[in-house]
T-cell receptor, first 111, second 114 residues
Framework: DAKTTQPPSMDCAEGRAANLPCNHSTISGNEYVYWYRQIHSQGPQYIIHGLKNNETNEMASLIITEDRKSSTLILPHATLRDTAVYYCIVRGGGSNYKLTFGKGTLLTVNP | DVKVTQSSRYLVKRTGEKVFLECVQDMDHENMFWYRQDPGLGLRLIYFSYDVKMKEKGDIPEGYSVSREKKERFSLILESTSTNQTSMYLC?????????????FGPGTRLTVL
């Protein structure tokens, strides 16, 4: 699975959009971009994933650049409960093996 | 709504005791996983199962065994606990299909071995 690079921490004001970047310059054609988050002392929570096109669900939007070398997770209206570590993961489709979490980005939403 | 549950949120055991951690998913997923998570080491795969009664070792199977007698249930067994097994244990499940296979996690069990 391709390696990802994320900033170690970010801050966001409550009610504003949080934009979390991820670089994955070695991504290959069949690899998906996944985002998870982990609130302190809880299990990781799946947020969204995508292959080439931008994706949106009830939690977030995922913007993938045309060359697929980077992506941005957007939380449109951040709340205090969105404070968590956010992980960007790249992995091949159809694999039933482990997920590898990097260090992620600690997003702190401030009142 | 997807649901993975784990039998306990917190456990405290003494060295040498036997521990069963149970995980149940209600999504009819074929694949189930046990990870442990430790500060600075990230998630490490202990075992996974791709079908009833089938299991494969992950990266750190030593000191652990697993059981999958029913599709929805995957148990992690620590036969004789040691202090280095103090950790957060996470269960996950996923659908076995082509394309993306999203893993859904349970809330975790924080095990402390004294």
């Amino acid at each position: 699975d391709a390696k990802t690079t994320q900033p170690p921490s970010m801050d966001c004001a409550e009610g504003r959009a949080a934009n979390l970047p991820c670089n994955h310059s070695t991504i290959s054609g069949n690899e998906y971009v996944y985002w998870y988050r982990q609130i302190h002392s809880q299990g990781p929570q799946y947020i969204i994933h995508g292959l080439k096109n931008n994706e949106t669900n009830e939690m977030a939007s995922l913007i993938i650049t045309e060359d697929r070398k980077s992506s941005t997770l957007i939380l449109p209206h951040a709340t205090l409960r969105d404070t968590a570590v956010y992980y960007c993961i790249v992995r091949g489709g159809g694999s039933n093996y482990k997920l590898t979490f990097g260090k992620g980005t600690l997003l702190t939403v401030n009142p | 709504d997807v649901k993975v549950t784990q039998s306990s949120r917190y456990l405290v055991k003494r060295t040498g005791e036997k521990v069963f951690l149970e995980c149940v998913q209600d999504m009819d997923h074929e694949n189930m996983f046990w990870y442990r998570q430790d500060p600075g080491l990230g998630l490490r795969l202990i075992y996974f199962s791709y079908d009833v009664k089938m299991k494969e070792k992950g990266d750190i199977p030593e000191g652990y065994s697993v059981s999958r007698e029913k599709k929805e249930r995957f148990s992690l067994i620590l036969e004789s606990t040691s202090t280095n097994q103090t950790s957060m244990y996470l269960c996950a499940s996923s659908f076995d299909g082509l394309g993306a296979d999203t893993q859904y996690f349970g809330p975790g069990t924080r095990l402390t071995v004294l």
